[in-house]
């Protein structure tokens, strides 16, 4: 499967983005989704998953009450929907899938086996 993200981009504080992580060459509706940001220097974090069904999300603790995931599975995509952005957001953004039939959201990137090229998160003071 591979992975495209998009949606980055340069945003005044206290500002919103929606990312979007569209799949192609197979059916990502069965498989756990993540995002996962990296600021320079930086290891990369845990930021929200989902599961298939979208039964069940994650969210990492800087970001719960201000970014919500969600999945169009007609669409094949994952969103990211970040509000109140903050300047320590500021990161490449990167959309990750974990194996087909693997139900049990991940925090560890290691658990998430097919990744995107990242998108650029800027957010200015």
């Known amino acids: 499967v591979q992975l495209q993200a998009s949606g980055g981009g340069l945003v005044q504080a206290g500002g919103s983005l929606r990312l979007s992580c569209a799949a192609s060459g197979r059916d990502l509706s069965n498989n756990v989704v993540g995002w996962f940001a990296q600021a320079p220097g930086k290891e990369r974090r845990f930021v929200a998953a989902v599961s298939g069904n979208s039964g069940s999300t994650a969210y990492g603790d800087s970001v719960k009450g201000r970014f919500t995931i969600s999945r169009d599975n007609a669409k094949n995509t994952v969103y990211l929907q970040m509000s109140s952005l903050e300047p320590e957001d500021t990161a490449v953004y990167y959309c990750?899938?974990?194996?087909?039939?693997?139900?049990?959201?991940?925090?560890?990137?290691?658990?998430?086996?097919?990744w995107g090229q990242g998108t650029q998160v800027t957010v200015s003071s």
């Open positions: 990750a899938a974990r194996g087909s039939g693997i139900t049990v959201i991940a925090r560890s990137r290691y658990q998430y086996g097919y």
